[in-house]
């Protein structure tokens, strides 16, 4: 493994991060207090609880969720996109490192970022909400199963993407809605027996069901099954990755 | 000297059919000074994305150090330093921060003390604090090049390297670049100025149409390849060449006031002393002779004619 080449990609990565801390850091905070004022105080002024969770409490980890997941995706997909664009992404692939190490380097550094937000936003959240974590080893397993499934997937976007159009399309288009009717903000209980039918080919809702089982113990869908999706869309991204990576799509002509 | 690079009927054809490389095979010496010298779109710049791993071949093996380029890619590339033909960097990064970052690509260990050497050789040392896309054109030039010594190469790729570069900046880098070479770095050179082969290299290969037409030593090539121009002034001019030296495929030059004769320096017989005969034997006085050497410019462009 060429580790000083991982090391050099991560290292570059993160002072992308802490050199654009406004927008890496501040915008999402910013957007997450937003949803609290309006969902939390607004809105859960009149629900009063959710399966014995007050609603301000309730929506914490959906909304880690959502930031978690757009984060590792535009990061990781900005990330291997950007050298594309510019065309320094001839050094990558002339240097002696293998596309694994490129991946690590990347999807590192996104879900490391995608980290770092997920935990202010929890910080964030304790100074409105009560919280607490039932099973934080689970909580953190989740959290990190996510950010690097999401980041994986962000790098496939980058890839593929040939324009800044593309690039967005996908986590403005998809990402967000699925996450948004995942269950964020609302309990799948509370739905009518088709939608809850429907939501349950939302994949999104399995890790955010099961995230919120490691804060309160309640989840929409067994844990056992959450685990096994979030492992099952791993695999998948890892699956896609190394056909990109036997292949040279959209990278080595 | 050993060969530090070996290329062996290398091809690459593009899914659309477009052949950029046909049947290349090519030694590069180590320490010397190749440039590979061809009009745009002649496949200079895929052959050297070959090497250097960013164009897959569709044909032939390429060592580099021994190392063939596929199947022990990080020894072959960690050999190679590139300068590519566009200005590609990164805009917002600081000097220092983008050398520093491709030093860790090929895998070496920090180090500074060589980081700050390479910016100064190229006059950047006071700018490393500087990001990217302040600098100038010329500046960033070097900064590709600081990028590509970063890891201590012994072979280097500068792909048109002072194209659009003015005349002082031009003359700096080729300073640089038999510096490097007395370092002991090969150095791989491609360019359509014929004046920079001339003045640079130690071989020159021409490539056109995706294939080498000649590597040679470059006196040789001149002298192999070399036409010289005889101009004859003459006494009283003419009109016209006369009958009795038809033969010669002489022209009228200078108003009348002189003949020109082409010929090959490498043929047995130039041809000079019975044209002087000749010349005698039909009545015109000779004032005086002078004798002109092609450039590399016309060897060249009679190379690609003859590839038409």
């Known amino acids: 493994m060429n580790w000083q080449a991982i090391r050099a990609i991560y290292v570059f990565e993160m002072a992308r991060t802490f050199r654009t ?203 056992g099954i959450s685990i096994a999706a979030i492992t099952v869309f791993l695999a998948l991204c890892l699956t896609v990755i190394w056909l990109i990576f036997r292949t040279g799509w959209r990278l080595r002509q | 000297m050993p060969a530090i690079i070996s290329v062996r009927n290398l091809g690459k054809t593009y899914a659309n059919g477009f052949t950029a490389l046909d049947d290349v095979s090519l030694d590069i010496e180590e320490g010397e000074i190749l440039a590979l010298l061809g009009p745009n779109g002649a496949g200079k710049t895929t052959l050297i994305s070959v090497i250097c791993g960013l164009v897959q071949p569709t044909a032939g093996t390429v060592t580099v150090g021994g190392h063939d380029i596929r199947s022990e890619y990080r020894a072959a590339r960690a050999l190679i330093g590139l300068v590519p033909q566009e200005i590609t960097i990164e805009p917002f990064e600081k000097v220092i921060a983008t050398t520093r970052f491709s030093r860790g690509l090929f895998g070496k260990a920090p180090d500074e003390a060589h980081l700050e050497q390479v910016l100064r050789a190229l006059s ?105 121009r005889l101009v004859i002034e003459l006494q009283a001019p003419l009109t016209s060449v006369p009958d009795a030296l038809a033969r010669y495929n002489l022209t009228v030059e200078r108003d009348g006031h002189a003949l020109a004769y082409d010929y090959d320096t490498q043929a047995d017989r130039t041809g000079i002393a019975h044209l002087l005969s000749d010349l005698a034997q039909a009545g015109l006085s000779v004032r005086d002779l002078e004798t002109t050497e092609s450039s590399l410019e016309q060897v060249f462009l009679s190379l690609v004619e003859e590839n038409a």
Not at chain 1, 106 to 120: D, F, H, P
Not at chain 1, 147 to 175: D, K, T
Not at chain 1, 201 to 213: A, D, K, Q
Not at chain 2, 176 to 204: F, K, N, P, S, W
């Open chain 2, 124 to 228: 950047l040392w006071d700018k490393k604090d500087t990001r990217n896309r302040e600098l100038s054109g010329g500046m960033k030039r070097r900064v590709l090049i600081a990028k590509a010594l970063s890891h201590e190469p012994r072979i280097l790729f500068l792909d048109e390297p002072t194209a659009g570069v003015d005349v002082n900046l031009r003359k700096d880098m080729w300073a640089l670049v038999r510096r490097l070479r007395d370092d002991g770095v090969t150095i791989i050179l491609t360019t359509h100025y014929i004046e920079e082969a001339e003045q640079m290299a130690d071989r020159i290969g021409v490539i056109d149409k995706g294939r080498l037409l000649l590597v040679e030593d470059k006196d040789r090539l001149m002298r192999k390849l070399g036409r010289k």
């Open chain 1, 21 to 223: 801390i406004a927008q890496s850091i501040v915008s999402p905070v910013l957007s997450t207090v937003l949803y609290f004022v309006v969902f939390g105080a607004a809105i859960g002024g009149r629900i009063e609880s959710v399966e014995g969770i007050s609603y301000g409490a309730f929506i914490v980890p959906g909304l880690i969720m959502l930031t978690l997941l757009q984060q590792a995706v535009t990061n990781a997909s900005f990330g291997i996109y950007f050298p594309k664009f510019i065309g320094t992404i001839y050094e990558l692939l002339s240097a002696p490192m293998s596309f694994v190490e490129i991946v690590i380097g990347y999807v590192g550094a996104a879900a490391t970022k995608a980290l770092m937000i997920a935990l202010i936003i929890l910080a964030t959240s304790t100074l409105f909400v009560d919280l607490q974590i039932l099973h934080p080893v689970w909580m953190v397993t989740f959290l990190v199963l996510t950010a690097v499934s999401f980041a994986l997937l962000g790098f496939i976007i980058g890839i593929w993407a040939g324009n800044f159009e593309q690039l967005q399309l996908i986590p403005l288009l998809i990402i967000t809605p699925l996450v948004f009717l995942g269950g964020s903000f609302y309990s799948v209980s509370m739905l009518p027996p088709a939608w809850q039918t429907i939501t349950h080919f939302n994949p999104v809702l399995y890790l955010i069901s099961g995230f919120r089982w490691s804060f309160f113990g309640v989840a929409d869908v067994p844990v």
